[in-house]
Nanobody, 123 residues
Framework: QVRLVESGGGLVPAGGSLRLSCAASKLDFGSFAMAWFRQAPGKEREFVASISWNAENTYYADSVKGRFTIFRDNAKNMVDLQMNKLKPDDSAIYYC????????????????WGQGTQVTVSS
């Protein structure tokens, strides 16, 4: 079965950086758009960034545009999220997902999900 495994989360001070990684298996990775969502306590899961299967198109939530960058390596079946200038509001569990179109921004439009990695930004 499809498996998505996130890594790279942690505790970082405001203004700092983190790079999240997602390793995919049992997935025809090069054929799927990939995305990152996040969910803070008491809030709905929200779109962060997505990338098309060939990396030609990327999409970002307005709240992270200019600070976060999504990358993919189809040879390694991995998608990364570089997060710079982190803010306390970025604190959440970050999820890697696949199965939707690259322009989809709603969680229900995606099929496969990882278990998530915690990101905490201290003020």
């Amino acid at each position: 079965q499809v498996r998505l495994v996130e890594s790279g989360g942690g505790l970082v001070p405001a203004g700092g950086s983190l790079r999240l990684s997602c390793a995919a298996s049992k997935l025809d990775f090069g054929s799927f758009a990939m995305a990152w969502f996040r969910q803070a306590p008491g809030k709905e899961r929200e779109f962060v960034a997505s990338i098309s299967w060939n990396a030609e198109n990327t999409y970002y939530a307005d709240s992270v545009k200019g600070r976060f960058t999504i990358f993919r390596d189809n040879a390694k079946n991995m998608v990364d999220l570089q997060m710079n200038k982190l803010k306390p509001d970025d604190s959440a569990i970050y999820y890697c997902t696949a199965g939707g179109a690259s322009w989809h921004r709603v969680a229900s439009e995606y099929t496969y999900w990882g278990q998530g990695t915690q990101v905490t930004v201290s003020s």
